[in-house]
């Protein structure tokens, strides 16, 4: 096979072009479909928790301040802290719902670290399985997520 078609990561490359901030969002609870919508699974007092719409691995979620600062250190304690918390409680709902071998964590910061929102600080989580990598990243430098954003939605949120 020479290509894998994936017209969907086209929305990816002109979102980087917009001016607007895809984790701005309102820290009051806009309801369930709007937050269904945008993939919100949880909603802490500072913090919320998203799904990656391009994720590196099933169950890819980042964690996120409602207030838009660039950097861990521009939080103040209380925000920092429900950050952490956030964090947390996410894992465990990973652990209880998909079972992963393992995690990547961790805060891409600045455009030279691999931040493609470089202007809202968020923590990545990424599940990890044994054997998840196997010959299309390696030999087709595609990777395969096995469930779709609304099927793992529905899967984290019936809690």
Known sequence: MDRLWAPWRSKYIYLRKRQKCIFCVPRKATGKTADKKRYIVHRSKYSFSILNRYPYNNGHLMIAPFRHVRSLE????????DLMKLLNKTKKLLDKKLKPDGYNIGANLGKIGGAGFEGHVHIHIVPRWAGDTNFMPVLGNTKVISESLDALYHTLKAV
């Open 74 to 81: 521009l939080l103040n304690d209380k925000e920092l802290l």
